[in-house]
């Protein structure tokens, strides 16, 4: 058994997956999931080709509409925005008992951000969900898949999830020029809600983020992960 293939089967193990579904993972589709990338890119494309996509803009809320239309798309319910601003969308599991396993990133960039940086993460959660459809694969746990809000200007989304976003934080102005408050409010949080969609340790059986690299030391080492 091959490192990779021990790796997937892992993580087939921690989703509930069965014997049968560890041996025929699906892979990701390339194309599709190059098409997502190049489509939510052109929310807030600046001439660099990058995205001033920062939080709370117009390009952020457009942005996140079209990543809401897309978890809809791939059948997930509830989908939601909580008190924080946070995107939340559920795969139901097998089991209604079992705690979820939440994954995804945030697709907010700072002035003249990349098309990776957070997108990624997303948008790989996004295939992740249409290759288990594909599948026809099931889970025992639930799987909510994130959009974190604001995470490029402070953490702000993941803050507030937590229950750690600061009442002095709230006055601060963003790069959009909206206070984090108000800003919150603009994409449909609401901020003096926060305590009901606290999350605390023991609520998720576990969280996974996949993220770009933000140094070269696993290319420079020939690390395949």
Same mark, same amino acid.
């Given at each position: 058994?091959?490192?990779?293939?021990?790796?997937?089967?892992?993580?087939?193990? =921690?989703?509930?997956?069965?014997?049968?579904?560890?041996?025929?993972?699906?892979k990701a589709d390339a194309a599709r999931l190059e098409g997502r990338i190049v489509a939510l890119s052109q929310f807030g494309a600046n001439e660099?080709?990058?995205?001033?996509?920062?939080?709370?803009?117009?390009?952020?809320i457009a942005g996140?509409?079209?990543?809401?239309g *897309?978890?809809?798309a791939l059948g997930?319910?509830?989908?939601?925005?909580?008190?924080?601003?946070n995107i939340i969308g559920r795969r139901s599991g097998t089991d209604a008992g079992a705690k979820p396993i939440m994954f995804g990133s945030h697709i907010d960039s700072v002035l003249g951000g990349g098309n990776y940086d957070g997108p990624a993460?997303?948008?790989? =959660?996004?295939e992740a969900v249409e290759l288990l459809n594909e599948a026809g694969a099931e889970t025992r746990s639930p799987l909510?898949?994130?959009?974190?809000?604001? *995470? *490029?200007?402070g953490l702000f989304g993941s803050l507030a999830l937590t229950g750690k976003l600061s009442p002095r934080a709230l006055s601060i102005v963003s790069d959009s020029g909206y206070t984090i408050e108000d800003g919150t409010k603009r994409i449909g949080g609401d901020l003096s809600r926060m305590a009901e969609?606290?999350?605390?340790?023991?609520?998720?059986?576990?969280?996974v983020e996949l993220h770009i690299e933000q140094g070269a030391f696993l290319e420079e080492e020939d690390i395949d992960i």
């Open positions: 058994m091959t490192h990779r293939f021990a790796a997937l089967a892992g993580i087939a193990a =921690a989703l509930g997956l069965g014997a049968c579904a560890q041996t025929a993972l699906p660099d080709g990058g995205v001033d996509r920062v939080a709370y803009s117009d390009a952020d996140r509409a079209w990543v809401m *897309e978890m809809e997930l319910t509830d989908i939601r925005i909580d008190a924080g601003g993460g997303v948008l790989t =959660a996004l909510d898949l994130i959009v974190f809000a604001n *995470e *490029e200007g969609d606290v999350i605390v340790r023991g609520d998720l059986k576990g969280f």
